[in-house]
């Protein structure tokens, strides 16, 4: 898919990967809707690519944990860009830990990092197969094909991410709905640097010891090769693909590896 004259909806657009994102998008032509739950910084970025190319760019506040704020968020992005060609379902969190998690805690991982994906497409799908056309992009995470040590809400959502995707793919991929899957490792967000705090567990420094840390820029470059590609997997970190073979190659000596790994971890802690 060409970006060029393209209405793109990102969501988690004030900071991180999600900004970077916007920034490429606008630079490939597209017009783009910034979403998040709080725009802020966001305005400053719109602002800046409006004066570039007048009304090419707008902010959406948005809370994309619940069922209407997505409806909410797709009507309003529709009313400013016109059709929506592409959604980038990014916003996500990285909360809990392992069984201790609180419910609440659990149900928002579960909403942001998963449903939130499904009720965005169900409010953009009937418009994509009436045209036969639309693209759906969601943020994952490496820790959606192999895990996260240290977070069971992350693995679990995470992978229920990269699950949602492949089953849209698979379902509405012959009408016209090209999906992609975003999966990397470390990248120098909020995200990644909150769990450099002490007590956050093991999760960053695991994150850090598995490849480099990429920065926002660096994964939307891979970003758009994907798109342009309409690859289904985007690893900005190309050692995931070779980590995941190694997993469904032998399941049982990668879980003892992962076990190595978590006690090394620890015991560096
Ligand atoms: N940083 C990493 O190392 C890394 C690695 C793999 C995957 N990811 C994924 O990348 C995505 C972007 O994260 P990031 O690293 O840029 O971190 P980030 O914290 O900078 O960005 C996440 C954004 O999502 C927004 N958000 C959270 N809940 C929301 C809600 N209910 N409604 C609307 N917006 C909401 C936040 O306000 C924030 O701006 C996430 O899905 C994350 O899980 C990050």
Redesign the pocket.
Known sequence: MELGGKHVVV??????????LIERFHAEGSRVAA????IGAAEELVARLNALRPNSATAIT????NEV?NRTLIAAAEASLGPIDLFFA?????LGTGLETSEEDWH?AF???VH?HRWAAKYLLPEWLARGDGYFCS?????GLLSQIGSAP?SLT?HA?VAFAEWLSITHGDAGVKVSC???????????R?GDDPGAGPGSSV?RSAGR?LE?DEVAEAVIAGIQSEQFLILPHPEVLTYLQRKTGDYDRWLAGMRKLQARMINTQ
């Open positions: 969501t988690g657009a004030a900071g991180g990967i999600g900004m970077a979403c998040d739950m709080a948005a809370d994309v944990s704020g990014n916003a996500g969190v990285a928002t909403n942001v990092n939130a943020t994952a995470s490496a820790a992350y995470k991410a975003l999966c990397p490792q470390g990248v120098n967000t909020a995200m990644l909150a994150v840390v926002p």
